[in-house]
């Protein structure tokens, strides 16, 4: 028992920089009184003590301000930051290494009996105000934002805002957007803030040519490789280097010329 309070108490020092000695978050963090207090009501419920449990539950969110249903199923070194306002149902599933903060709702969208409330797999976390409704899941290391309502399953490494929540990055995007970067520092174009996800529409066009010329060069060089096993002897140089400080060059010199014109400029003639 005593190892895995010392193992909570070392969560929060991970997650909060204002947390400084241990026995201030011992004193001072609602969230993991509510944890603690949690375990005794989730063990009452299993052992079909489910009035006790539920008095005891009610007893912590009076103490705390948040309300764990016993019957929710919670991981190891889960944080509730702040904590005031928090809601989990009974059927909730938390896995290790959440984090969840102030306000935020893990509940159901029917009376029907069953799974009901969310699943939350490891390291999730979730910003303050956020609803995640319904039997659905939340993948590992997925982040819903702050006062989003999620009502659809979240992929693992997405992230999720608005009401209804929308996916605004995933492991998808990433990847594409890594791509991106490989095929302009190729050409020796700084790609830097291309994504899927950017509403910049000049950059969604970036990001577009980009694409086109990676779909290109993957044709090109499946072509040129054909002919030479034809017989062929095609592609054998290389692309030129371009290098973005030429062009940071050529633009020094443009402006110093601008500068020299307006310094010979006489107004009074």
Request: aromatic letters at 6%; hydrophobic letters at 40%; one cysteine or more.
């Amino acid at each position: 028992m005593f190892s895995r309070i010392k193992e909570d108490i070392n969560s929060v020092f991970d997650r909060d920089p204002a947390a400084r000695t241990s026995l201030e978050v011992l004193l001072n963090y609602p969230g993991l009184h509510a944890i603690w207090c949690h375990r005794i009501s989730h063990k009452l419920w299993k052992a079909n003590w489910k009035l006790l449990a539920r008095i005891f539950s009610t007893f912590s969110r009076w103490l705390t301000g948040i309300e764990i249903h016993p019957g929710a199923t919670i991981g190891r070194r889960f944080f509730i930051d702040h904590g005031m306002g928090v809601v989990i149902g009974g059927t909730a599933e938390i896995g290790d290494d959440v984090t969840l903060y102030q306000g935020v709702t893990l509940g159901g969208t029917s009376w029907k009996p069953g799974k009901r409330h969310p699943t939350l797999e490891d390291n999730v976390v979730v910003g303050a105000g956020a609803q995640v409704l319904g039997p659905i899941t939340i993948g590992k290391g997925g982040k819903v934002g702050s006062n989003s309502v999620v009502v659809k399953d979240l992929p693992a490494d997405a992230t999720a805002v608005g009401i209804p929540a929308r996916i605004i990055t995933n492991k998808k995007n990433n990847d594409e957007t890594q791509q991106r970067e490989a095929v302009a520092k190729k050409y020796g174009f700084d790609a830097y803030g291309v994504s899927n996800d950017n509403p910049d529409p000049v950059a969604k066009a970036i990001g577009r040519l980009l694409d086109h010329m990676h779909l290109m060069d993957a044709k090109v060089s499946e072509l040129c490789k054909e002919v030479n096993t034809l017989g062929g002897d095609v592609c054998s140089q290389n692309l030129p280097e371009l290098s973005v400080g030429e062009f940071d060059e050529d633009e020094k010199a443009a402006a110093k010329r601008r500068e020299s014109k307006v310094a010979s400029f006489d107004p009074e003639i």
